[in-house]
């Protein structure tokens, strides 16, 4: 059985394994900072189900690392008084799985309210074979299902799963909770609170954890502790200059997964096939998913180079299908060619402007009404009230154009879709030039 398999009692550690967010890890959802929206909901659905004696709804957690995603199913085992059991989507198979199970059935939840949670971290990771495993225990209500995710669950949790799952999307966490959190550490913790410590600037603290409260803690004790005097005073400088000449090793497995895509997309972005194509290297190196990856290609298709290659989405979404048929090791050179394609391409964010301008239109506008020329007449009725009136058919007319008004009366006229300045898009502008005189005559 896989060592990430535990059975709901704390997990222990030497001295020598002290790890600062396990000992300031929150037993209680008092003690949780941040997430307030969601942990007020999952108060309520652990109160009623304790109350009621019902089972608890099962959960998918979503969001980043270093939200407190393991923090919050440790949580929810506690409040609700029932054991946990844990998997790692990682390391673990569809043996792992049955044995946990069975191990859960056997401890005494099995046809009870008070079932087992079987929390499995990177839930994501299994595949739809493992994941199919788990859907006799969570229909049969063996176990609590509470997954961890980094990915959208509507793309990696099959539908089965996920149509019986609560979903929450937990938020970024802002400045305010980072140095909740630092505060936390400096009066609770067993060690660093022996010292003095005074938090004069945290900037570089919040900038080189990115947000993730285990890396900034992480971060937080290393710097600590390559302190001699029992006196610290923490600034910017102090902390850029102990990360930058490498007197601290601060990131962890896993913790440069958003930074190392963001130089990947933003290579790409800048034409640079070179450095695309080393960012590729590092994820795969570091066992990345490729899908992942090829995910953030098609979403980079159509946002960074739209209408002026229409081809690239063409491709991108190639090398989606390609790899998840292929896998590893081969899909390196599908994804290889990808990268360098789209970043020799010509680009344009035109689409991407566009659709922005749009929905802020809408948010300010709100629901106006579709003009009744171009509204749908299905019924008698309908046209009696003149929906469909007086609607223009463009293939009716010379070039398959009629110049008519689509947008409603508040905000005719408005333009959003701006072609970029390549050449594709200058046929398209031409077009619009030719066509739409009034928003495009320039």
């Not at 009623?48 to 019902?54: I, L």
């Not at 946002?303 to 991108?316: C, F, K, Q, S």
Request: aromatic share 8%; with cysteine; glycine share 6%.
């Amino acid at each position: 059985m896989s060592k990430d398999i535990l059975d709901g009692t704390s997990e222990g550690f030497s001295d020598q394994e002290r790890d600062i967010e396990r000992v300031l890890r929150p037993i209680s959802f008092d003690d949780f900072t941040g997430q307030e929206k969601i942990l007020d909901n999952l108060k309520i659905f652990v109160q009623a189900a304790n109350q009621r004696g019902e089972a608890l709804d099962h959960v998918l957690l979503h969001g980043p690392p270093g939200l407190g995603k393991t923090t919050l199913a440790n949580i929810i085992a506690n409040e609700s008084e029932r054991p946990i059991f844990k998997l790692s989507a990682t390391n673990s198979g569809v043996k792992d799985i049955r044995e946990v199970i069975d191990k859960a059935k056997k401890s005494g939840g099995l046809f009870t309210a008070k079932n087992p949670i079987l929390f499995i971290d990177e839930i994501h990771r299994f595949s739809k074979s493992q994941q199919d495993s788990l859907l006799q225990a969570v229909e049969k209500g063996w176990v609590t299902l509470i997954g961890a995710t980094t990915e959208n669950p509507s793309f990696e949790v099959i539908s089965a799963l996920l149509s019986r799952c609560q979903v929450y999307t937990l938020n970024s966490f802002n400045k305010n909770d980072l140095e909740s959190l630092l505060n936390r550490a400096i009066n609770k913790d067993e060690v660093i609170s022996k010292k003095s410590i005074t938090l004069k600037e945290t900037n570089a603290l919040l900038k080189f954890s990115g947000g993730d409260a285990r890396k900034l803690l992480n971060i937080f004790e290393l710097i600590i502790n390559a302190h001699q005097s029992d006196e610290i005073i923490i600034t910017n400088d102090v902390v850029t200059s102990m990360i930058q000449n490498d007197t601290i090793h601060y990131d962890k497995s896993g913790d440069q997964h958003y930074d190392i895509i963001s130089a990947f997309i933003k290579s790409i972005r800048g034409s640079d096939p070179n450095a695309a194509v080393y960012w590729l290297a590092r994820m795969i190196q570091g066992g990345e998913d490729v899908k992942f990856i090829a995910r953030r290609l098609i979403i980079l298709a159509s946002e960074d180079i739209g209408n002026a290659n229409p081809t690239a989405l063409v491709i991108a979404n190639n090398t989606f299908q390609a790899v998840s048929i292929i896998g590893n090791p081969e899909s390196r050179i599908i994804l290889s060619q990808c990268a360098t394609y789209l970043a020799c391409s010509v680009k344009s964010n035109a689409s991407y402007n566009a659709i922005n301008k749009a929905l802020q239109n809408v948010e300010e506008t709100g629901n106006m009404p579709v003009p009744l020329e171009i509204r749908n007449a299905p019924t008698k009725l309908m046209k009696e009230l003149g929906y469909g009136e007086n609607y223009k058919y463009a293939h009716n007319f010379k070039n398959n154009f009629i110049s008519q008004e689509f947008m409603p009366d508040k905000i005719k006229g408005t333009k959003f879709y701006e072609p970029g300045n390549n050449s594709r898009e200058n046929v398209q502008r031409d077009f619009l030039k030719n066509n739409w005189k009034d928003k495009y005559g320039y």
